[in-house]
């Protein structure tokens, strides 16, 4: 099993920042992609940024520019720094990463539970 744990989440003023991270850990042979999304109340789940294990990164148009995703293969970790923040990017963070347990064992994707990022003054 493997699991995702996320911090760096929290309330910060419009034009704010905050650093999310998110460590995983657990049966881990090879992490391929990892990424972040976001689910606002009521609305569905998004794709915020992603990054591939060579570090090829795609960001959503709603974040470009403002955003910056990144990862240390070393620690099974992904950052996502959110920069100039809008209260429309008030929303639950989670992590997901497509994990190899073994060498021969298919690929599996697995999320972490979330930290919230609220942006209101």
């Known amino acids: 099993q493997v699991q995702l744990v996320e911090s760096g989440g929290g309330l910060v003023q419009p034009g704010g920042s905050l650093r999310l991270s998110c460590a995983a850990s657990?049966?881990?042979?090879?992490?391929?992609?990892m990424g972040w999304y976001r689910q606002a109340p009521g609305k569905q789940r998004e794709l915020v940024a992603s990054?591939?294990?060579?570090?090829?990164?795609n960001y959503a148009d709603s974040v470009k520019g403002r955003c910056t995703i990144s990862r240390d293969n070393a620690k099974n970790t992904v950052y996502l720094q959110l920069n100039s923040l809008k209260p429309e990017d008030t929303a639950a963070y989670y992590c997901?990463?497509?994990?190899?347990?073994?060498?021969?064992?298919?690929?599996?994707?697995?999320w972490g539970q979330g930290t919230q990022v609220t942006v209101s003054s």
């Open positions: 997901n990463a497509d994990v190899k347990s073994r060498a021969w064992a298919a690929e599996s994707s697995y």
């Open positions: 657990g049966s881990i042979f090879r992490i391929n992609a």
């Open positions: 990054i591939t294990s060579s570090g090829r990164t």
